[in-house]
């Protein structure tokens, strides 16, 4: 059927004899499932529409390998993961050279699970960050009434002009505000810094009323405080948010395998800790982790298992929403 191109992930590193209490042995297969799971991860291993060369597609599945590395159990809090339910949804298949066609793939996959399971919380793998728009186009065609708040972690405004660059990572947001799926001020940027963002790009985040927090800023208040505000403000004011975690707002010292890290970005520890709150939130619906790359990752992949450590804060803080 052509509404569905989730497929299989390489599940083969995950064959153990014995449960061992890891990663692996806590998330599901989606097929195995018996009753609805808490939350889906899914694949969406696109990166040709990066603006600069990234290997990000290769993320979900080093993903997927190094998660074997990790117990089910968060130690500073306390908590038994396997408590919550995940299940694997596998990859989204890509195809070779059309990425039109793989943007329309994520879109439907991003459609069909939340018209599946409703009540469950999406986690997409990504991929670099034009996936984002398209997930949150799938998330609007399955509820067209409900209002979508995003907030986004990100070095980055990713608003450069659909029309000059296509639908590539550096154009997400701008694309979503100009085709109405959402409005500016339901936007939340928490991240920016330094150099990296032209004058031109921040009139057009002004003009569209998109609210930024610079490193500086969210410094003062406090990554966990800012980010329990802001969510509780966008959930006063959207039916339901969206996260979007480009990991590059991390600092380059500790991201080598995120091509567009910079000086100046945020540290392992105050993203660690905003995660956690956002998983606490009830509003969140839908999360996605973009622009990992395995190929630029350094021998010991410190950036990936960074990846596996944010996503598993994710994991904590919906457990604790629980209560
Ligand atoms: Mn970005």
Redesign the pocket.
């Known amino acids: 059927m052509a509404d569905n191109w989730l497929r299989e992930p390489n599940w083969s590193w995950n064959d153990s004899l014995e449960p061992s209490g890891y990663v692996h042995d806590w998330v599901q297969r989606i097929n195995e499932v018996e009753s609805v799971p808490e939350c889906i991860l899914y694949g969406a291993p696109l990166s040709k529409s990066s603006i600069s060369v990234s290997g990000a597609s290769l993320y979900p599945e080093v993903f997927r390998r190094l998660w074997k590395q990790f117990a089910a159990y968060n130690f500073e809090e306390e908590i038994d993961l396997t408590s919550y339910s995940v299940a694997d949804a596998g990859d989204i298949l890509m195809h070779t050279t059309d990425v039109a066609e793989s943007h329309r793939r994520i879109e439907i996959a991003a459609y069909a699970l939340n018209q599946t399971f409703p009540k469950s919380t999406l986690c997409m793998i990504g991929g670099d960050?034009s996936t984002t728009a398209c997930a949150i186009r799938g998330l609007k065609r399955s509820q067209p009434n409900q209002t979508i708040g995003i907030l986004q972690l990100?070095t980055?405004l990713?608003v450069r002009d659909p029309a000059e660059y296509g639908p590539a990572?550096g154009t997400p947001i701008r694309q979503l505000i100009e085709g109405g799926v959402v409005r500016g001020e339901h936007i939340v940027n928490i991240g920016l810094h330094g150099y990296y963002n032209t004058k031109q790009l921040v009139e057009y985040a002004k003009r569209h009323q998109i609210k930024t927090y610079s490193m500086k800023e969210t410094r003062k208040i406090g990554v966990s405080r800012l980010i329990e505000q802001e969510l509780k403000r966008l959930s006063s004011e959207t039916d339901l948010v969206y996260v979007t975690v480009?990991m590059?707002v991390l600092d380059i010292s500790f991201a080598p395998g995120v091509p567009a890290a910079t000086p100046g970005g945020m540290r392992t520890e105050e993203l660690f800790e905003g995660l956690l709150s956002i998983g606490k939130s009830p509003a969140v619906k839908h999360i996605d982790f973009?622009?990992l790359d395995p190929s630029r990752d350094s021998r010991i992949e410190e950036t990936c298992r960074i990846g596996v450590h944010a996503w598993l804060q994710f994991m904590t803080g919906r457990i604790m929403n629980k209560g």
Request: hydrophobic share 10%; charged share 45%; glycine share 0%.
């Open positions: 960050h990100d980055h990713d990572n480009d590059d973009v622009c």
